[in-house]
């Protein structure tokens, strides 16, 4: 079908935000994917050429390993297990979904779109297995790349200074399995596996993909007795990599059986966190190792075959031809799995190939789309079942319901280890290191009302004392975490413009211990000004401190004054700060200064810039990089509540959405999504929201029917009259 059933109603706010109204589910979905490709098509088509391994087609060769790789990532099981796993209706909705998108590019009549003129190719359509791709959340889904890092630091350092500077959290002994030989194992095998997680540029130029010190999230849910409305309230700010347009686009979907209102990824349907009539929920990463990297001997006599227990077996082959902008003929290209998963990477002359097995490669690994049924539970029981469901990325759940209930579910397809460890990567020829199925969901951690009358997450480690799964040992630092349950604690009734400050905030709790660590320090005569500066400072990252920029130049030479630099820029600062904590060094916290005071001088030579704002930028990147918006001074950093974390001073990612959901009634919620809820550069929903969201403020999410027209200021019916 090409059209709706029914007419459908959308009434755009004044912030951009499309409500939709259809009187069938069908229907709804259609102008879903209508509305999402009316207002963000390129983004839409970069979306599914990623993930299809669709680039090279119209940008270039530059792009071919890019699309070699997600090919390789394809899911290649059971289709109906697939389609049913997020919820028994998700063909019928994500079909729907796609007939709306591939009806507003029929509606062109090959007219393209001003970014698609600049670009130089023309949208493609859609069919509904594009958004089942697993490359959005594979960046996301374990510790692939701590496996080669950790590889490497025990080849170069040694394993006892990795397990005094680096510990795995909880902390056990590092034991690298017998048949790996560690100095093999290097960024090479990785190489193509970081550029296809990379954002999109149509320019050759790579950008540095944002890393889990930089990427995070935050959520936090209180219960009727900590607020003024006696309702609970929920808070949630998800971060990832920041660019126009926006990563994420807020809907309000109603229909027999909807009545959802939040934000989703656009090129998905439905929405990934907000709320329903009866209940509110968001999500952080939880960081489950989901990923293992396994070393499979191949045969030197014939370089098909990998040994596995004591056999060689045949490595399964899928030939594909890649189309190629500029190239008479397509690209051939093998894909190559074992056993564990597929081919990363080859290393020809010492016959090892080098395969990753990852919960993807499972019936229901493509990221958020299990939300369809999240997003229809309407108390805890059907939420937990729904939970259930969901395997990709994992998530840390956070509750709330009208009946005044909280609650958490970390969410996820966890692996079962029964011999090691997965912090390093394993040999495949041996059969001893294989998963033996995944952590039930039912003993998954979780909790409902806790006595404490709050729940909060940031990446932070949530392992209940005594759990008997690991499911991992990289966590964040607890920084952000701690500084919310300080924040939490410091009013007895908690409301939505309170939240908004918490949402906000930029104390810095690693420059407190910094000002521990200092002020039993004496510095030199020459280095005194400097450091009392950093120490009658209030700690807080905002763009108008002088201090603030001191202490941040300050923090990153410590590492390498601390421990050289080679080994220095590899150990993070809560490791940098216990260090002197437990042993004050002087001559390091001199060196450092000393350097950061030079590196200041020579980067801003007019001392009038001498504040935390002057370095520390946004820029909003387009695809197309010509119509970017920036750079904006940043507070904060990768450790503060509002995370701004990002490479030399630049923030590359953090919350573009945020949401506080007021549960005494829905229409009092409130959200903020950066830079626009549109994509064409000419329209004035593409960048209306950057001063708000650069000043932290916040619009109303309308849910009511009389509220959404209230705030109305576009209305269409589809088919149009």
């Known amino acids: 079908m090409t059209h709706p059933s029914q007419p459908v109603e959308m009434m755009r706010d004044r912030w951009g935000v499309p409500h939709i109204y259809a009187r069938n589910q069908r229907d ?57 796993s997020y919820a028994p209706d998700t063909q019928e909705i994500v079909t729907a979904f796609t007939d709306g998108i591939n009806q507003y590019i029929r509606m062109l009549k090959g007219k393209r779109p001003i970014e698609f003129r600049a670009a130089g190719f023309d949208p493609g359509f859609w069919q509904p297995e594009d958004c089942l791709s697993r490359m959005p959340s594979l960046g996301v889904t374990g510790n692939l790349i701590s496996e080669i890092e950790r590889s490497e630091n025990v080849s170069k350092f040694g ?72 309702k609970p309230l929920l808070a949630n700010d998800p971060h990832r990599a920041l660019t126009i347009p926006s990563l994420r686009k807020t809907w309000h979907l109603v229909a027999p059986g909807w009545d959802v209102i939040g934000a989703g990824e656009p090129a998905l349907p439905g929405i990934a966190l907000g709320h329903n009539q009866d209940i509110a929920f968001g999500f952080t990463i939880v960081g489950i190792d989901q990923q293992d990297l396994y070393v499979e001997k191949l045969n030197p006599d014939n370089p098909d075959q990998y040994m596995y227990r004591g056999a060689w077996k045949n490595i399964e082959i899928v030939h594909e031809e890649i189309p190629v902008k500029g190239q008479d ?140 799964w690991p499911l991992s040992y990289d966590w964040d630092a607890p920084d952000r975490y701690n500084r919310i349950r300080e924040l939490l604690h410091r009013y007895v009734k908690l409301d939505t413009d309170y939240f908004e400050l918490m949402q906000q905030d930029v104390l810095s709790l690693p420059a407190r211990r910094l000002h521990q660590i200092i002020a039993k320090w004496t510095p030199p005569k020459d280095l005194q000004p400097w450091v009392q500066d950093v120490l009658a400072w209030d700690g807080q990252l905002r763009v108008d401190s002088q201090a603030a920029l001191i202490y941040e130049l300050w923090m990153a030479h410590l590492p ?42 020579s980067i801003l030579a007019d001392r009038s810039q001498w504040t935390w704002g002057h370095l520390h930028t946004l820029t909003f990147e387009h695809p197309l990089g010509i119509w970017d918006r920036g750079p904006f001074a940043r507070p904060g950093d990768a450790t503060t509540v509002n995370a701004t974390g990002g490479p030399d001073f630049k923030q590359s990612a953090g919350a573009s959405y945020r949401e506080i959901l007021d549960l005494s009634d829905w229409d009092r919620s409130v959200t903020t999504n950066a830079p626009g809820e549109l994509g064409n550069p000419n329209d004035p929903f593409y960048d209306n929201l950057i001063g708000d969201w650069q000043w932290g403020l916040y619009h109303p999410l309308p849910y009511t029917r009389a509220a959404v027209q209230q705030y109305a200021v576009e209305r269409m019916i589809y088919p149009p009259e």
């Open 28 to 84: 709804l979905f259609f102008v879903q994917g209508w509305i999402a490709a009316h207002d963000r098509l390129f983004q839409l088509d970069l979306w599914r050429r990623a993930g299809t391994g669709r680039l090279a087609e119209v940008l270039g060769p530059h792009f071919l390993a890019r699309d070699r790789f997600a090919r390789l990532m394809r899911y290649r099981g059971d289709m109906k297990s697939e389609w049913t």
């Open 159 to 230: 394993l006892d200074t990795v397990q005094r500077l680096m510990p795995p959290d909880p902390l056990i002994p590092l034991q690298p399995p017998a048949g790996v030989d560690l100095a093999t194992i290097t960024r090479r095998i990785v190489e193509d596996y970081l550029a296809a997680i990379a954002p999109v540029f149509v320019t050759a130029k790579m950008r540095p993909v944002p890393t889990a010190g930089t990427v995070g999230s935050n959520n936090w849910v209180v219960d009727g007795t900590r607020t003024d409305t006696g």
């Open 329 to 468: 003929q397509p690209a051939r290209v093998d894909l190559r799995f074992t056993q564990h998963g597929p081919v990363i990477y080859e290393d020809t002359a010492r016959h090892i190939a080098y395969a990753l097995c990852w919960v993807g490669s499972q019936p229901g690994g493509a990221g958020y789309l299990a939300a369809l049924s999240l997003v229809r539970a309407h108390n805890w029981d059907e939420f937990t079942h729904a939970a259930a469901r969901y395997k990709v990325p994992s998530e840390n759940l956070v509750y709330a319901d009208r009946q005044g209930d909280i609650g958490w579910v970390a969410a996820g397809l966890a692996p079962i280890r029964r011999n090691w460890s997965g912090l390093f990567p394993v040999p495949g020829d041996s059969g001893e290191y294989e998963w033996d199925g995944f952590v039930p969901a039912a003993e998954m951690p979780h909790a409902f009302n806790p006595p404490s009358h709050w729940i909060a997450t940031a990446n932070n480690n949530i392992l209940p004392p005594a759990y008997k």
């Open 560 to 601: 390498v004054a601390l421990f050289g630099p080679d080994l220095g820029p590899r150990v993070s600062r809560d490791m940098v700060l216990s260090t002197l904590e437990n042993k004050m060094n002087g001559q390091a916290l001199g060196g450092a200064l000393y350097a950061a005071v030079a590196q200041l001088q």
